[in-house]
C-alpha cells in the first residue's frame, strides 16, 4: 500500500498521544521561539497534523488556527478540541496556497516539520509572507536535512555506538522511507539545508535565527543512538 498522510493518521496520532519524546522536543524548540505570552497574537500553525504544537499555542493564549490538507489529522485536532477546548480552530487547507487564511491576518506562522512536506517551498513561503503582517515572523523545523537525508541509515552491530551513514544529501526532491514503521513512509520532500535558507532570502525573509538544538535527555533516553546529532534543523524569520 502507497501511505499518505491520511493513510497513517490514526498511527501517527497514537503516537504522539501515547507519548512521543522526540514529537515533545520538536514542539518544545519551536515553542522557545515564541513568546511565553501570546495573548493578543494571531498565529497560524502550518502543517498542524493532529494539533500538538496548535494546542501549545492555545495554551499561551494565542488565537491560533491550525490548518493541514490531511482531512484525518484536521478530524483528531478537532476531536481533541472538543474534548478540551483550547480556543484552537482547525482549517483543511494547503500549505502552498492557504486559502482559508485572509491576507496580513497572523503575527506569527509556525511550521512544526511540515515544510519537509510541501511540494513546492516558494509556494508555501510565498502563501505565509502573504498572511502575515508587516514584520511578522515565520519559525518552523524540519527534520535536519543532512543528517535525514533520503535513505539514511545507522551502523549496525559491533560494540561501538550506532553512526549515521548518510549519502544523497543533494538528491533533492520527493522521497519515500521503506521503513514500514518510520513516519517518511507518507513521503517526504527533502531539500538541503542551503536551499532552505537561500529560498526564505529570496522570497522576502531576513532570517533571524538558525539552531540545531541537541536531542533531549528524554530522547536520548528513548533512542541512545541519537544522542550527538541534533534531529531537528530550527529555522526562524521575519518577513521583510
Ligand atoms: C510530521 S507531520 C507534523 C504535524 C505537526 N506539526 C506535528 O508536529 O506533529 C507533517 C504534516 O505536514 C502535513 N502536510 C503535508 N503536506 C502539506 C502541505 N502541502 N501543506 C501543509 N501541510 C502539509 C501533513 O499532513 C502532516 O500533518
Not at 515533545?24 to 521561539?33: A, E, H, Q, S, T
Not at 521503513?179 to 537561500?198: C, D, F, I
Request: proline fraction near 8%; aromatic fraction near 8%; charge should be neutral.
Amino acid at each position: 500500500m502507497t501511505e499518505s498522510w491520511d493513510s497513517i493518521a490514526d498511527w501517527y496520532t497514537e503516537q504522539l498521544r501515547s507519548g512521543s519524546p522526540m514529537h515533545d522536543f520538536g514542539r518544545d524548540i519551536l515553542l522557545d521561539r515564541l513568546p511565553a505570552d501570546l495573548r493578543g497574537a494571531s498565529v497560524l500553525d502550518l502543517g498542524c497534523g493532529e494539533g500538538i504544537i496548535t494546542r501549545a499555542l492555545a495554551a499561551r493564549g494565542a488565537s491560533v488556527t491550525g490548518i493541514d490538507p490531511a482531512v484525518s489529522l484536521v478530524e483528531y485536532a478537532r476531536a481533541a478540541e472538543k474534548f478540551r477546548p483550547t480556543g484552537a480552530v482547525y482549517a483543511v487547507d494547503d500549505g502552498c496556497t492557504l486559502a482559508t487564511v485572509p491576507t496580513g491576518s497572523v503575527a506569527w506562522v509556525t511550521a512544526g516539520l511540515s515544510l519537509n512536506n510541501v511540494p513546492d517551498l516558494g509556494a508555501a513561503l510565498r502563501a505565509v509572507r502573504r498572511v502575515l503582517e508587516a514584520d511578522g515572523r515565520l519559525v518552523f523545523t524540519v527534520p535536519h536535512p543532512c543528517f535525514e537525508a533520503p535513505h539514511s541509515t545507522w551502523t549496525e552491530g559491533g560494540e561501538a555506538p550506532a553512526r549515521r551513514v548518510v549519502g544523497d544529501y543533494p538528491a533533492e526532491g520527493f522521497w519515500r522511507s521503506a521503513n514500514p514503521r518510520g513516519v517518511r513512509r507518507a513521503g517526504n520532500q527533502h531539500r538541503m539545508l542551503s536551499t532552505y535558507l537561500t529560498m526564505l532570502i529570496a522570497d522576502g525573509f531576513a532570517v533571524e535565527v538558525v539552531d540545531e538544538p541537541a536531542p533531549s535527555p528524554g530522547v536520548v533516553a528513548r533512542q541512545p543512538h541519537r544522542a550527538g546529532l541534533p534531529p531537528f534543523l530550527l529555522v526562524g524569520a521575519r518577513r521583510r
